[in-house]
């Protein structure tokens, strides 16, 4: 598998569960640089309409508000299966995302459609509860049916250098999820530099993450291409290091299907062709379908759809 060179500084160094602080150090610069060359790539018309139907198949619609209802899940799961009734060869989404409450509901709604049903928990968004708490929220949302689960990382302990409570609270969720995978999310917004970001990758991918997810969607800033960048950065290492691979989500702040293929771009040159399939990365950003939907119609048709055809989720 081809890849790029790293953009750290300094050699990794060997991670045990009592040394995470030693983790890589990140050139801000260096990052930001990189990431924004991915945005100056030119696309052509026959690989934008594949791009953009892979990114479609790489999304997680999701609905994650307390006036979530049944019926507005049932909805959303009917978008998933059926993105655009006048575009009859465009996939369906990678997920629908949801609170445990709604996991049943999503479920039902999706029935055989092979559309995955993941479910946040660990008292998402932030991530305030003790771990027993946290572990049957995992555990309930499973039993009602989720493929997989979005948790949070305790920032508070992350950010006092506990590190192993990190751990082992990571490890002790993926155990809690039995079958399903299980999507880490380090909510970057709050981490603040580059050097954490990429250190709570790390601690993530070795206690177990499926997936590493950048943000909630309910922290500004969200998804960013440098720091989505430093994360794959890290799962190439990781995966150099152990042979396994660890998928990834942006989430966040990601709302224009041109965005949505800078990424695309960046993911196949950093990690190669095996990371791009929505086995190995995802897209947590409902208002991006219809963005992607109004681009596929206009490739169609030589003109944009109005936002009154699409639904608002």
């Not at 990431?35 to 990114?55: Q, W, Y």
């Not at 049943?104 to 459609?113: F, I, M, N, P, T």
């Not at 601690?203 to 989505?228: E, L, Y």
Request: charged share 25%; with cysteine; aromatic share 8%.
């Amino acid at each position: 598998m081809a890849v790029a060179k790293s953009i750290r500084t300094k050699p990794n160094l060997t991670i045990r569960q009592g040394d995470f602080a030693l983790s890589t150090r990140i050139d801000q610069v260096g990052v930001e640089e990189r990431a924004s060359r991915f945005t100056k790539r030119s696309i052509k018309n026959d690989a934008k309409e594949n791009g953009l139907k892979l990114v479609l198949n790489m999304i997680d619609l999701t609905t994650l508000e307390g006036k979530d209802t049944d019926g507005k899940v049932k909805q959303l799961c009917y978008k998933a299966m059926h993105p655009h009734d006048a575009l009859a060869d465009i996939p369906t989404v990678a997920a629908i995302c949801v609170y445990p409450s709604m996991v049943k509901v999503a479920k039902k709604a999706l029935g055989d459609s092979g559309i995955k049903v993941a479910s946040v928990a660990t008292a998402f968004p932030s991530g305030q509860a003790p771990r027993d708490i946290k572990i049957r929220d995992t555990k309930y949302a499973v039993n009602e049916g989720a493929d997989e689960v979005d948790m949070v990382i305790s920032r508070g302990k992350f950010h006092a250098g506990e590190y192993n409570f990190v751990f082992d609270e990571i490890a002790s969720i993926k155990e809690a999820c039995g079958d399903a995978r299980l999507k880490v999310i380090l909510e970057t917004g709050e981490l603040g530099t580059f050097d954490k970001v990429r250190r709570a990758s790390d601690i993530a991918m070795h206690a177990g993450a499926d997936f590493i997810k950048t943000s909630t969607g309910k922290i500004a800033p969200a998804a960013t291409m440098p720091v989505t960048l430093v994360m794959l950065e890290a799962i190439r290492d990781f995966y150099y290091k152990t042979g396994k691979m660890i998928g990834m989500k942006p989430a966040g702040g990601i709302s224009r299907s041109k965005l949505a293929l800078h990424y695309l771009v960046m993911v196949k040159e950093v990690l190669g062709e095996d990371w791009m399939s929505n086995e190995w990365f995802r897209f947590g950003a409902s208002s991006l379908a219809n963005d992607v939907l109004m681009q596929l119609m206009k490739l169609k048709t030589g003109q944009y759809q109005s936002a009154n055809y699409f639904s608002v989720d």
